[in-house]
């Protein structure tokens, strides 16, 4: 019995270590074509790039490294949320004294709608403590936060990639560069984009999801960063909808409100109604991205 109490205690101490050095240092572990540490890693950015899945998907690494002779990157997490900007944008600034030309940030309008949640691990784990604390206040400010999100973010969430790092890694590294998806992705055809389901009727304004993006603008512009907000394009159905049209014109009047630049879906030369140049509602297959990509930065110019 003495035994057995012995080697539970061991194997407590262990992963209770593991998971202290996790919130401790999970950021300093090199994720090579990806996160806030490769964007870092990169030096000096002329472009860089922040937002969620949408910028991974609908921007063409490749069409933007000739552009900008490779001094670009793309910082991209799944679901990533509108209140997750300035926590980013302070790890950027805090851990490099890299100089980035430009910051361009996603204009979706439905991120001001979308609930505070923990929609991607590789958020958290790409963020330093002070990071961390900064991302989990956001959370805990909603109502939908309980003790099983906190065991999740503070507890399980980036451990499956410590110990499958070193094979997960190269793995990675073959899909994604600077952030960027390179595989060739299909349109999934007019049939299955006319017909998806999708429901924004009762979309509203979270009041954290918009405080960010207040907080984000105050301190670019306290650190003279100059940033841009881009709206990338999604399938017409969606765009067309009068929600997202009333949204979207919500986030234009915000940022009129601060003098801050944005390129509308609009402004670039994309049709948005051909289903080839789409895999969903908002990502883009490879012919979409690199058509959009081609034409965005004409106006990025």
Known sequence: MKKTVTTLLIALLIVSSVVVCKNLFSYRIPIGNRGIQGAVKSGDIDRLFIGSSTFRSNLDIDILDKTYDGKDYIIAYGGNQLMAFPIQYDEIAGRSDNKYDLMIFELDPLMLTEPVKLSDSRVV???SWNGKKAL???LAGSEDTDFSVFYEYF?????DDIFTYPLTEP????RYKKGAKTGDTPSS????LENE???ISEAVIDPIQERAVRQLIEKCRANGQDICFLESPHYHRLSDDPVYKLYLQYFK????????????????????SEPEYFEDMGHMSGAGRRTYTEELVKVLR
């Open 253 to 272: 009047d915000m940022l009129d409100e601060y003098g801050v630049r944005y390129i509308l879906a609009t402004d670039v030369p994309f049709d948005a």
């Open 136 to 138: 989990w206040d956001n």
């Open 197 to 199: 389901k999708f429901d």
């Open 189 to 192: 055809g007019r049939d299955f």
């Open 155 to 159: 507890v399980t969430s980036g451990l």
């Open 171 to 174: 793995f990675y590294s073959t």
């Open 125 to 127: 784990f790409d963020l």
